[in-house]
């Protein structure tokens, strides 16, 4: 299968059935099929013939599980009980569920713990977004969403004072590593770093964002946070994006690494399914941003995948490419991802026509301004008071270049 480039004005003429079959194996065609919250008639007998093709249960629940969709998987494999699903699998696949669920409840005490004990007591304007907050609004049961990580979005200005007093508590920084609770430091690498990674005491990871686009160019911060909602998730109140607003953005997101991971197409299709959800506002959205394109696509690539066979559905261009793009993903593993990352039009952009003109131009740059923008890293090698930093945009390209000579990646 290949990805083949449509125009980048307008949505394109329709293309062509596929006739041929892609290379999807019967595990993965299965865990496709299956990539919804609910399935039809057709769905579930296009799911039972696939089931008959399936003959090693247990790499099956690997693949769902390397996938995140192994509760997901369970919960439709128990409800359509194929002739050929031994009761131990299914079992053994209960109880890795189980542990998915486990890990689930971690992250939701980390969301009631981090309120608690950091973002009310230091007044940080805030929301989370994707991951638990996602799953706990939109899915019928929170539990069959795997979320990695926490994504919170926090006003920048609050960005230091939240750092310093979450290293302070126990919490440690993945990325930028090393990083410690002294204020200058911090000062530093907020204003060279948009993300930060952090675990929690408990093993949680939990991504601390400045802005959720990498350009700044779609999003303000400020805005996002006042047009904040509430929502009650178990025993706690979270600012959420509203309905509209993280749909759009769930596919700018997920549109930008290619929906290489099942989960996330299940999250395109549990947020049209909540009552909240109203595409005329989805649009509207949409049209502000610059995104309408992106949208439409990821619709068109949405109702492809409700026919158990979507490679064969009539489509039109962005949604087809942007179907390819999913299905070449998901063939072809980690390796054809990283591939697929590195021909993207920006880091927020993976197709040409999703952007502008300025858009392309600032994502061909943002290279260049990377390359010259320091990190953490410098300043933990050679701490500079605030009136010296300038040195570091004069060593760090060299830095950056000899840790791509010596090791064959660019140094973050």
């Not at 009552?275 to 995104?291: K, N």
């Not at 559905?313 to 793009?325: K, P, Q, S």
Request: include cysteine.
């Amino acid at each position: 299968m290949t990805i083949r480039r449509e125009p980048a004005v307008g949505e394109g003429p329709a293309m062509p059935r596929r006739e041929s079959p892609t290379s999807l194996t019967p595990a993965l065609h299965l865990l496709l099929v299956m990539a919804r919250l609910a399935l039809t008639e057709e769905q579930k007998a296009a799911a039972l013939a696939l089931c008959a093709r399936i003959d090693d249960w247990e790499a099956l629940s690997r693949l769902a599980n390397e996938r995140f969709v192994l509760p997901l998987a369970y919960r439709h494999l128990s409800r359509l009980a194929p002739g050929n699903l031994p009761g131990s699998s299914l079992d053994a696949m209960r109880e890795t569920s189980l542990s998915v669920v486990r890990y689930n409840l971690l992250a939701a005490a980390a969301i009631r713990q981090l309120q608690e004990e950091l973002l009310v007591p230091l007044e940080v304007p805030h929301l989370f977004f994707k991951g638990p907050s996602l799953s706990a609004r939109y899915y019928d049961d929170p539990a069959l969403r795997f979320s990695r990580d926490i994504d919170l979005l926090v006003a920048p200005e609050r960005l230091v004072a939240l750092l310093e007093r979450a290293l302070r508590q126990g919490y440690v920084s993945q990325m930028p590593q090393g990083l410690t609770a002294e204020r200058e430091g911090l000062r530093f690498a907020a204003g060279v770093h948009h993300v930060f990674s952090l675990l929690s005491p408990q093993g949680v990871a939990i991504e601390i964002h400045q802005q959720i686009d990498s350009l700044g160019s779609i999003y303000s911060t400020q805005a996002l946070l006042d047009g904040a909602e509430t929502f009650v998730m178990g025993e706690s109140e979270v600012r959420v994006m509203p309905t509209e607003e993280l749909f759009v953005y769930i596919c700018l997101h997920h549109t930008k690494h290619h929906w290489s991971h099942l989960h996330w197409l299940v999250d395109l299709d549990a947020i049209q399914r909540h009552p909240s959800f109203s595409l005329t506002a989805c649009r509207e959205v949409a049209a502000r941003r610059g995104l309408g394109a992106t949208l439409e696509a990821c619709l068109a690539m949405h109702r492809a995948l409700a026919d158990p066979e979507p490679w064969r559905a009539d489509i039109a261009g962005h949604g087809r490419e942007l179907l390819g793009a999913c299905l070449m993903a998901l063939e072809g593993g980690w390796e054809v991802e990283l591939a697929m990352e590195s021909m993207k039009s920006s880091a927020d952009f993976a197709f040409d026509w999703q952007a502008t003109p300025r858009q392309r131009l600032q994502g061909r740059m943002q290279g260049v301004v990377k390359l010259l923008r320091p990190t953490y890293a410098d300043y933990r090698l050679w701490p500079l008071p605030p009136r010296w930093q300038w040195l570091y945009r004069l060593s760090c390209p060299f830095q950056k270049l000899h840790s791509r000579l010596t090791t064959g990646r660019w140094r973050a």
